[in-house]
């Protein structure tokens, strides 16, 4: 079973996050294979929150 576009599960769509543990544990349950990739957007905004924390951390250890 294929799932895409999965949006990032924060705080505010705890909802969501919700029916997607779900989801996941009935497909384990199931033993069906599960495949999921995230949106785009998601995408780029996890990898700016990581260069973000990247930097922090560097910036951090010169002082």
Do not use: C, H, I, K
């Not at 079973?1 to 599960?9: K, T």
């Not at 769509?13 to 949106?39: G, K, P």
């Amino acid at each position: 079973m294929g799932v895409g576009g999965v949006p990032v599960l924060d705080a505010t769509r705890d909802d969501a996050a919700r029916r997607f543990v779900t989801l996941v544990d009935e497909r384990y349950d199931s033993q069906v294979n599960l495949a999921s990739t995230r949106s785009w957007r998601s995408a780029a905004a996890a990898r700016t929150a990581a260069r973000s924390a990247g930097w922090r951390r560097a910036r951090a250890s010169t002082r």
